[in-house]
Every structure is written in structure tokens, then in C-alpha cells.
């Protein structure tokens, strides 16, 4: 705080200052506030995202249960028409030789 006096055009500082309470200010709630505000947002986001993975997962699994039941059905069936395969076969050869000839 300067004055300029006249012509002179001296600066001079004052000597005694106003006395004034000072104020309360609390600097970064708003900013605080604002953090916690959009921490709760993403954390809102990321339970959502989750819960959307989780579903999907879950959903993924169905499909390979079902795949893998499929498979076990495929297998099962071709192991028992091995098996019966394998047991005409054994039959046919001890069968005697003139019950597949034609005369």
C-alpha cells in the first residue's frame, strides 16, 4: 500500500496497519469433497462393470458346460459302438466258416 503525496511524488509505506480477525478458511473441502464425490462415481462404475463381468463369465461358463456335455455324448457313443463293433466282429470270426457261403 503506497500513497503518492502531491508533487513530490514520494512513496511512503504506511505505519500501522488495520486489525482485523481473521477469517476461517479452510482451504480443500470443496476440493476434498469433490474427490470423495467422484471416487463413490467410479467405484459405482467399477461395481456395475464387475457385476456385468460376472454375468458374463457365468454365461460363458453355461456355454462350455453345455459344449463339454455334448462332448461327453459324442464319446460315450463312439466307445460303445466300438465296443459292439469289436464284439460282432469276435462273433463273426468264431462262427463257422460255411454259414456265410451261398450254397
Same mark, same amino acid.
Given at each position: 500500500m503506497t500513497r503518492k503525496q502531491g508533487a513530490s511524488q514520494r512513496d511512503t509505506t504506511p505505519q500501522s496497519f488495520p486489525?482485523?480477525?481473521p477469517r476461517a478458511v479452510q482451504h480443500g473441502h470443496d476440493f476434498q469433497l469433490q474427490i470423495i464425490?467422484? *471416487?463413490q462415481r467410479?467405484? &459405482?462404475d467399477l461395481s456395475a462393470k464387475t457385476d456385468r463381468l460376472i454375468a458374463d463369465v457365468k454365461s460363458q461358463s453355461d456355454k462350455v458346460d453345455k459344449l463339454r456335455m455334448r462332448f =461327453?455324448?459324442?464319446t &460315450? =457313443?463312439?466307445?460303445v459302438i &466300438? +465296443? *459292439?463293433l469289436a464284439v460282432i466282429? =469276435?462273433?463273426a470270426r468264431f462262427l463257422? =466258416?460255411? *454259414? +456265410?457261403?451261398? &450254397?
Open positions: 486489525e482485523v480477525t464425490m467422484e *471416487l467410479s467405484i &459405482g =461327453a455324448w459324442v &460315450g =457313443a463312439a466307445a &466300438g +465296443f *459292439l466282429m =469276435a462273433v463257422p =466258416a460255411n *454259414l +456265410f457261403s451261398a &450254397g
